[in-house]
C-alpha cells in the first residue's frame, strides 16, 4: 500500500516550457514534504521542500505546492533546462509514523525528460 | 566538505556469498538511514539509526540482512547469505537533527550489488 504515489513513471518536456511533476498522498499525518533529484549513477540529492502549514514554497526555477484538502503536492520548474533531466522523487515526512523521527516515505520517482 | 561516502561503488558476487557495504555520515550528521532501491519496489528504507543506535529495522527483509553503527562515523549492511533477489542499488544516507525545517537526508552514491 503506498503512501506516496507518483502516477507519471516519465514525463517529456520541450526546453523553456514548464515541467509539472505530481505527487498524491494518503496519509493526512504527513507534515513535511520533500522532492529529490536523481541522475544516473548518483544518489538522490535534496531540492526543495515544503511544510503542511504552507501551500507553496519557491526556490528559483523551483515552486512546490500544496494541496492538504486533495493530497496532492507539485512540483513546477520554469523554465526547463535539458540540465534538468533526471528522476525525480516526491517524499514525505512524519513524526506520527511508528513514532519515529525522520523517517522519510518516497514515491516511485518520474523521469523528467527536457529536449532542447 | 566530503558527502556521504559509500563503498564499494559496486560489487557482484556469488549466491551464497557474505556481502558488507560501508558508509560514512556526513561528520555532525546524528541519523543515518540504509535504503535499497529497485525497479519494483522504487526506493525503500531498510533501517536507520540515530546516535549510533538503530530505531527501526522493520523494512530489512530478513534475517540475512544486518546492520551495525559502531561509532558515529561508520556504519556497515550486511547480507549472509547473500541471494540473486538481492540484487539492487543500496543507498546510504544521513541527516542533521530537526530544527524547524524538516528533516533532509543527503544521500552517497549508492553501491550496486549484483549477486549472480
Known amino acids: 500500500d503506498q503512501q506516496v504515489k507518483q502516477n507519471s513513471p516519465s514525463l517529456s518536456v520541450q526546453e523553456g516550457r514548464i515541467s509539472i511533476l505530481n505527487c498524491d498522498y494518503t496519509?493526512?499525518?504527513?507534515?513535511?514534504f520533500l522532492w529529490y533529484k536523481k541522475y544516473p549513477a548518483e544518489g538522490p540529492t535534496f531540492l526543495i521542500s515544503i511544510s503542511s502549514i504552507k501551500d507553496k514554497n519557491e526556490d528559483g526555477r523551483f515552486t512546490v505546492f500544496l494541496n492538504k484538502s486533495a493530497k496532492h503536492l507539485s512540483l513546477h520548474i520554469v523554465p526547463s533546462q535539458p540540465g534538468d533531466s533526471a528522476v525525480y522523487f516526491c517524499a514525505a515526512k512524519s513524526k506520527a509514523l511508528g513514532g519515529s523521527q525522520g523517517n522519510l516515505i518516497f514515491g516511485k520517482g518520474t523521469k523528467l525528460s527536457v529536449k532542447p | 566538505d566530503a558527502g556521504v561516502i559509500q563503498s564499494p561503488r559496486h560489487e557482484v558476487t556469488e549466491m551464497g556469498q557474505e556481502v558488507t557495504l560501508r558508509c560514512k555520515p556526513i561528520?555532525?550528521?546524528?541519523?543515518l538511514f540504509w535504503y535499497r532501491q529497485t525497479m519494483m519496489r522504487g526506493l525503500e528504507l531498510l533501517i536507520y539509526?540515530?546516535?549510533?543506535?538503530?530505531?527501526?529495522d522493520s523494512g530489512m527483509p530478513e534475517d540475512r540482512f544486518s546492520a551495525k553503527m559502531p561509532n558515529a562515523s561508520f556504519s556497515t549492511l550486511k547480507i549472509q547469505p547473500s541471494e540473486p533477489r538481492d540484487s539492487a542499488v543500496y543507498f546510504c544516507?544521513?541527516?542533521?537533527?530537526?530544527?524547524?525545517?524538516?528533516?533532509?537526508?543527503?544521500f552517497g552514491p549508492g553501491t550496486r550489488l549484483t549477486v549472480t
Open positions: 539509526f540515530n546516535n549510533n543506535v538503530p530505531i527501526d
Open positions: 496519509n493526512s499525518m504527513f507534515d513535511y
Open positions: 544516507a544521513s541527516s542533521f537533527p530537526d530544527r524547524g525545517r524538516g528533516r533532509e537526508q543527503y
Open positions: 561528520s555532525g550528521h546524528d541519523y
